[in-house]
T-cell receptor
Framework: GENVEQHPSTLSVQEGDSAVIKCTYS??????FPWYKQELGKRPQLIID?????GEKKDQRIAVTLNKTAKHFSLHITETQPEDSAVYFC???????????FGTGTRLLVSP | EPEVTQTPSHQVTQMGQEVILRCVPI?????FYWYRQILGQKVEFLVS????????KSEIFDDQFSVERPDGSNFTLKIRSTKLEDSAMYFC????????????FGQGTRLTVV
């Protein structure tokens, strides 16, 4: 089955800095890669996703890149703000299956 | 904006008791899931449900777990005899076109087994 690894587990940045979170997946047949933001005690919320036929996608301060050859994908947050502080999870969906396989999460702390 | 709703938000139960967690999916969604998140850990897949039957289940989803859609609207997760290690946040999620589209998560049910 699919396995998703995520690094780093914690990330502290100053407000205005950029933050990068990286994930690797094991099964080359995975073809959908969403990123979720989870605030304490709340549900995961989709912030951006990318499909395997695209190498990069951007939405304002957030971007995701995908390298299918290396089987890794990354989340980039620019001009970080304190409200970006949360746990971020990457996930992968394997072709032919429907479930999300989540990474272990990255706790992002943005200090003012 | 339509959303997935779950009840209860928090349930405390004694070990060995049965619990039923309820989810109301978004009305035109066809794919339903339960996920579990132990405090401080990642979200883990439990089971997927489509066309009134289980389409996939994880190793966690053993004989103590069951799902059903009894009335065409609610989607329930039953744990027959709860264990301490079942304590977690349980999230229902739904898609309208399968796993390769956005999953909409409910707000979760925090289950505490004492």
């Amino acid at each position: 089955g699919e396995n998703v690894e995520q690094h780093p587990s914690t990330l502290s940045v100053q407000e205005g800095d950029s933050a990068v979170i990286k994930c690797t997946y094991s099964d080359s047949a995975s073809n959908y890669f969403p990123w979720y933001k989870q605030e304490l005690g709340k549900r995961p919320q989709l912030i951006i996703d990318i499909r395997s036929n695209v190498g990069e996608k951007k939405d304002q301060r957030i971007a995701v890149t995908l390298n299918k050859t290396a089987k890794h994908f990354s989340l980039h947050i620019t001009e970080t703000q304190p409200e970006d502080s949360a746990v971020y999870f990457c996930a992968a969906v394997l072709t032919g299956f429907q479930k999300l396989v989540f990474g272990t999460g990255t706790r992002l702390l943005v200090s003012p | 904006e339509p959303e997935v709703t779950q009840t209860p938000s928090h349930q405390v139960t004694q070990m060995g008791q049965e619990v039923i967690l309820r989810c109301v999916p978004i009305s035109n969604h066809l794919y339903f899931y339960w996920y579990r998140q132990i405090l401080g850990q990642k979200v883990e897949f439990l089971v997927s449900f489509y066309n009134n039957e289980i389409s996939e289940k994880s190793e966690i989803f053993d004989d103590q777990f069951s799902v059903e859609r009894p009335d065409g609207s609610n989607f329930t997760l039953k744990i027959r005899s709860t264990k301490l290690e079942d304590s977690a946040m349980y999230f229902c999620a739904t898609h309208n076109q399968g796993g390769h589209t956005e999953a909409f998560f409910g707000q979760g049910t925090r289950l505490t087994v004492v």
